[in-house]
């Protein structure tokens, strides 16, 4: 397992360096999104209209952050189950998407789906969203305002943690580190 410190948007090629279990700290813009805005993204692509953010080379963090205290950026802002996303993350793959963040396991076909676009499903530490928090250094509605919390939201985070689950070679940390286990 390697320690690696990038940039987001990410460059190109940069997320084939990841392997299941790297330990990552995101640096730049990534953007807010959970299932209903998921489902208006898609939903727009079906009827051929433009989305709202670019996804390029884009990472999505599956996140509803609470209100912001006086003087804050951003409420707690820890992640949520990514398994909500799954109908429509290969969709969003397709369109550019490189990075998801989340919590949580994803179904096969999103897995399969990373592998053949080259993207990486990155776990972040649930019930950690206050300390999380202190990682994002900015945020902006950018979309859906009538969402609320799941409302598209452009961030800037500095050292964000968060840990390679899925890579694009098939890799899964989360079942690795169970066979890890059983067998000590």
Known sequence: MAQHYIRVPFEDGVELELRAGDQVFLTGTIFTARDAAHKRMVEQ????????????????????PTPAKPGAVIGSAGPTTSSRMDKYTPRLLQEGLKGMIGKGYRSKKVIDSIAENNAVYFAAIGGSGALLAQKIKSSELIAYEDLGTEAIRKIEVENFPCIVVNDHKGGDWYKESQANFKQS
């Open 45 to 64: 692509l079906e009827k051929g209209e433009a989305l709202p953010i670019d996804l390029t080379n884009q990472a999505i963090y599956y996140v509803g």
